[in-house]
């Protein structure tokens, strides 16, 4: 894993478009303050919010969540000109899914409106529901995670939905990702910050 285990350092992870790292180190975390909220998940996560169980409790709500991650492999891809934050965070307003069942349909809900790509209205509707279905089944709080460790079980891409804003002094930058390096901030100031 790239980090150390929740168990020693106390923080998970955020990324960030570097574009929004000033206003985040300012201001912190807030569930809808990056413009992707609105042009690129717009409705994908209240269907989603749509399909939760009645054994997910009423304050898990994905439509206002920040999403982060307990750790990330070594091998992971990340996006470039991104900032990795960690946080430190309430595990008991956080809870924990299987992100892969929710990228499965982003696809399908995306396109869905588009000439030709109709007929994944019926995918959504009868796999992406199961999926879905699957994805709130399998999910479990911060705090029962921290017991079983479902996250370090293959297959299962940990995802962790905080239900609560982050202030900036529970945000530190860890790493500065460019296109083809992953640098921690003093690598990058030793490039970049020479005078």
Known sequence: M?????????VIYHIISLTDLKKTLR?????????????KYDGFHQCIDKQKSDA???????????FASMNY??????????AILSIKI?????????????????EPYILRNIKGFEACSHY???KGKRLLKKYWETSLSFEENLKVR???????DAE???NHSIKPEDIRIEYILSDHRILCVEEWKKIFCVQ
């Open 124 to 126: 959504l509707e009868t």
């Open 27 to 39: 201001t912190g975390i807030v569930f809808d303050d990056k413009v992707t909220y609105k042009t």
């Open 90 to 106: 309430n595990p008991k307003k956080c809870w924990i899914a299987n992100e892969n069942c929710a990228n499965e349909i982003y």
């Open 160 to 162: 962790v939905l905080v």
């Open 73 to 82: 492999p070594k091998t992971h891809k990340f996006h470039s000109h991104s």
């Open 2 to 10: 790239l980090f150390l285990d929740y168990g020693q350092t106390g």
């Open 56 to 66: 997910v409790p009423n304050w898990v709500i994905r439509s206002r969540a920040i």
């Open 150 to 156: 479902i996250d370090k079980k293959k297959g299962y």
